[in-house]
């Protein structure tokens, strides 16, 4: 059986290796001969390995690696992931509408989707699930949980399920339906003249969703915009351009496309008469900004068509395309770089040229090109976007993400809710400091490692003085340290209240107004918002950053 295995993978290897001969090209005899070499050399490896192999494993682990060789962007997809890969591209899939992951290792619902069957069945943020359709579900990963959850629309699916304040689990029986991810995630009123539009990713329908907020927006009063394209990774490139359509005039060139393939180099422009080519914009961006969130964003830079608030995105200048595979698999593949209006390429690092031992890195400073905006500011490729305004993100400490890792926030915002029937609305919500004070006593009754960098720093030191036998001369001074560590840990509640009762306030209204409520809850302590809006109050200063 093997051998037929081998012989079959062999044929169609060959076949694959005739068709490129057929085809032609000055390097047509290096892709035979090196197809041979590989088929040559997966039917020895098959034959005399001294372990059984799995034929599918070995394959799938050499076409990774020569994917890998290439950028992180080219990948294989196989049947089974197929359905993974449209929902990432479409936002689009059959299920219950939850976020589910580990919280203290057990599988919990930490998001529901408003509207959906989770949501209407009445499922809340803390709900442990035991067993879905009655299979115990202890030692499955989360991608097997998140499977199991999957499944076609109109199909039923029973939850067992643990909820903090009862006794007994009970089953919660829902009807699976199409899940349709929204790519604007939050949208409202800032203050009186200014509305602020999230947008979490470019699948399908995101130039319509942005429209349809600003319309809403404007209704309300809005004669100013924040955009925030933080953290948005990017998605499909129509979509980037119907996102800049709503901003800008019809007919304009959005992005252009140059591969080593002629039918890859197009140019997108758009199509629609814009939804309003006058009101104040500001986007913001981030590190996390890229794809298609940074077309956008230099779009609306190249034209001068509003002010970018932030810090400088992440610089993926590149273009990916599926090819179709045989047995349903799919290839994405890099096919060209793209060019925003001014003519700039944002690409940051350069693939092409990879050093000795494998890395890459970034173009480098002196290999940046200048170019112009439409009122002639210069602008550079190669590195992403730069703001016109730059916002440093706010920072945490490290003994905060340790409380966060260790789900203390999370478990005290579930007992919170169970306790307390409603809140205030997300941006007039806050703790009392009785209500801290009673979180910091809980916390104390919690058995958590409050560990921290200094910690690691002084074992690092200590093992390093006991090595290098100088430990005598500094055991004093090294205990002073952990003393002193002991002493800043043990008032950490207290030294940080601000911080963590932002974060904390956050994680409460979450059980009470979900996705949306979190947006609304952090924008009045938002520092970047908080720019963008400034600036579009003050009609001169925005004026002077766009040369108007």
């Known amino acids: 059986m093997k051998r037929i295995l081998v012989g079959v993978v062999g044929v169609m290897l060959l076949a694959g290796l005739f068709s490129f001969t057929w085809m032609g090209g000055d390097n047509s005899f290096e892709i035979s001969r090196n197809l041979n070499i590989f088929t040559t050399l997966y039917r020895e490896l098959n034959t005399h390995y001294v372990d059984e192999l799995s034929s599918q494993k070995l394959v799938g682990d050499g076409i990774d690696a020569m994917l890998k060789s290439l950028d992180p962007y080219a990948a294989y997809i196989s049947e089974n992931d197929i359905e993974d890969y449209r929902t990432a591209t479409t936002g689009e899939y059959g299920g219950i509408g939850a976020i589910v992951g580990k919280r203290n290792n057990v599988n919990t619902v930490i998001m529901p989707y408003v509207g959906f069957p989770a949501h209407q069945a009445g499922l809340q943020i803390g ?127 959005v992005v252009s496309t140059k591969g080593k393939m002629a039918s890859w180099n197009k140019t997108y422009t758009t199509s629609y008469g814009t939804a309003d080519k006058e009101i104040r914009l500001a986007v913001l961006t981030s590190r996390a900004t890229a794809s298609a969130a940074e077309i956008v964003s230099g779009v609306v830079q190249d034209y001068d068509r509003g002010v ?145 960098q200094m910690d690691e720093a002084i074992t690092a030191l200590e093992e390093m003085a006991k090595k290098e036998k100088y430990y005598d001369g500094m055991e004093a001074t090294i205990d002073k340290l952990k003393a002193k560590v002991a002493t800043l840990k043990k008032d950490y509640l207290n030294a940080f209240k601000t911080d963590i009762k932002f974060m904390l306030e956050e994680e409460i209204v979450s059980r009470y107004y979900f996705h949306s409520g979190m947006m609304e809850a952090r924008l009045d302590q938002d520092e970047t918002v908080v720019e963008a809006a400034k600036i579009l109050a003050d009609s001169k200063a925005y004026a002077k950053i766009l040369n108007k």
């Open 127 to 253: 709900d442990q699930i035991i067993q879905i359709d009655y299979q115990d579900l202890e030692g499955k990963s989360s991608n097997e949980i998140s499977e199991m959850l999957k499944g076609q629309p109109g199909s039923d699916i029973v939850l067992t399920v643990k909820r903090y304040g009862k006794e007994k689990p009970f089953e919660v029986k829902l009807i699976r339906s199409k899940i349709t991810i929204n790519n604007v995630m939050y949208y409202g009123m800032y203050d009186e003249s200014t509305g602020f539009i999230k947008l979490s990713d470019f699948t399908t329908d995101a130039g319509s969703e942005v429209k349809n907020a600003l319309d809403s927006l404007k209704s309300l009063g809005a004669t100013r915009i924040i955009l925030d394209l933080r953290d948005n990774p990017g998605g499909l490139l129509d979509e980037a351009v119907k996102v800049a359509n709503v901003f800008i005039e019809q007919g304009k060139e």
């Open 308 to 452: 970018l608030v932030g810090t400088r995105t992440f610089g993926k200048g590149l273009v990916q395309a599926t090819r179709p595979l045989p047995y349903n698999a799919q290839l994405k593949i890099t096919t060209a770089k793209y060019y925003i209006p001014s003519g700039r390429c944002i690409q940051a690092i350069d693939y092409s040229h990879r050093n000795k031992d494998g890395s890459v890195g970034k173009i480098p400073d002196s290999l940046k090109v200048s170019f112009k905006t439409s009122k002639g500011r210069i602008v550079y490729d190669g590195g992403g976007i730069e703001p016109d305004i730059s916002v440093k993100p706010r920072k945490f400490s490290n003994l905060l993400y340790n409380m966060v890792s260790q789900n203390l926030l999370f478990d005290y915002a579930t007992e919170y809710a169970f306790k307390h029937k409603q809140i205030a609305s997300p941006r007039q919500y806050e703790m009392s400091d009785e209500e801290y004070a009673d979180f910091v006593a809980w916390v104390k009754g919690k058995d958590f490692n409050l560990s921290s």
